[in-house]
């Protein structure tokens, strides 16, 4: 690990914390409850912990509409100008340094990429999850168009399924990076969205 001597800038506003933390609960318990759900089924523990997971889902709409609507009118550091970084993402791809330790504060640019897939994964896990919910519950807002529709359901179905996978992996390597960079640069940098301090290296050392 190297040994650096840290500045650091308070990055994260209280308001994109709370967010963070509501979706980040609400995609870690969507998961279980699908997995539990799928383990249990055909039994009246299952019917129920489906229409938990549905009602996880509604919440999980309601973060990602606050978190859109945060990084259209919140501060810098929330807004969707921090998650879009072409150039870094090909000088990354062209030098393979997607892992460097950061040089400014905010979201790591070469990373962003990766942050720009999640959102665009949970909305269409939130939207396939509320046809599902119409489909096979009868409830919630796409009712009057696909209500019990049993016809429609693999194509959403499968669909959901896929995105389900694809979100446990990027749970897993979320993590996973957060670690490697601590201990590769040695940077706190998973207490920032709980303090909204970030840390880098001072460049006058």
Not at 113 to 136: D, E, K, R
């Amino acid at each position: 690990m190297e040994r650096l001597n840290l500045i650091r800038e308070r990055v994260y506003d209280p308001v994109l914390r709370i967010i963070h933390l509501w979706i980040a609960l609400l995609v870690l318990l969507l998961l279980l409850s699908g997995l539990i759900a799928k383990w249990i089924a055909f039994t009246p523990e299952a019917v129920m912990l489906w229409r938990y997971h549905t009602w996880l889902g509604y919440g999980l709409v309601l973060g990602l509409t606050a978190r859109t609507t945060w990084a259209l009118y919140g501060p810098m550091h929330a807004g969707w100008r921090q998650l879009w970084a072409g150039r870094a993402w090909l000088d990354a791809l062209k030098n393979r340094t997607f892992f460097a330790a950061p040089t400014r504060f905010g979201l790591h640019p070469s990373e962003t990429v990766i942050y720009l897939a999640f959102y665009l994964m949970a909305w269409l896990l939130a939207l396939t999850g509320l046809a599902l919910a119409a489909i096979a519950q009868g409830q919630g807002p796409l009712y009057a168009w696909l209500g019990h529709d049993v016809l429609l359901r693999p194509w959403f179905g499968v669909p959901h399924a896929v995105l389900e996978d694809g979100m446990l992996i990027f749970v897993v390597v979320h993590l996973m990076a957060l670690i490697w960079h601590e201990r590769r640069h040695g940077m706190p940098l998973a207490q920032a969205m709980v303090s909204g301090y970030q840390y880098r290296k001072d460049a006058d050392v």
